[in-house]
């Protein structure tokens, strides 16, 4: 019997060969060469999945991001009432908590950089943005009861837009900082970090 292959199963075993060598040295690094030697493909067979460098890059940010959303959305499944916890928990998926969530933001970071001078990475790069807008606006109508936003553009109230923005600014500083800075900022301190920004810009708001 011919062998059945597995081909979005292969595809994302070359975006996880991808992101461990940006994690470990930046985009340059990511070479289709160098794609193949971490993965143990050849570059022909990484040809076959995707026709250039730059289709290889953008699939696996895309994987990343939807991987991220994935256990967002998983929080969100069965959503009833209001927990400040829960969305303590969905914006902890933004921070460099563990070693995949740490790779996670030296790779968007990595990419971040380079979509600043590179136009084909401009639609992620925004993508990426309102991602994150969403995940803010959920955990603020999460810790104040209030009903979660139906889509990525959709707008909370004034006043808890206004608190999504503040826990947006604030979890990009701390996500960078601790992805730079990892000897001081441990899981503990992230948490409790992000337990105070979230505290901090929802306090006073309710459902009224």
Known sequence: MPKIVDHAARREELAAAVWRLVGREGIAGATVRAVAAESGWSMGAI???????????????????????????????????????????????????????????????GFMTRARIDPDLDEVRLEGWRGERFICRAAVADATATPLP???????????????????????????????????????????????????????????
């Open 150 to 208: 139906t889509s990525l553009e959709a707008e909370l109230e004034p006043t808890l837009e206004a608190a999504a923005a503040r826990v947006h600014l604030g979890i990009d500083g701390l996500s960078i900082q601790a992805a730079i800075y990892p000897e001081f900022w441990p899981a503990d301190e992230q948490r409790a970090t992000i337990a105070r920004i979230l505290t901090e810009a929802t306090t006073g708001l309710d459902a009224t």
């Open 47 to 109: 040809r076959h999945y995707f026709s250039t460098h730059d289709e290889l890059l953008r699939f696996a940010l895309e994987v990343m991001t939807r991987r991220i959303s994935e256990r967002v959305l998983a929080l969100y499944a069965d959503y009833r009432s209001g927990d400040v916890e829960r969305a303590r928990r969905a914006l902890e998926q933004l921070l460099p908590i563990d070693q995949d969530r740490t790779v996670e933001v030296v790779v968007w970071l």
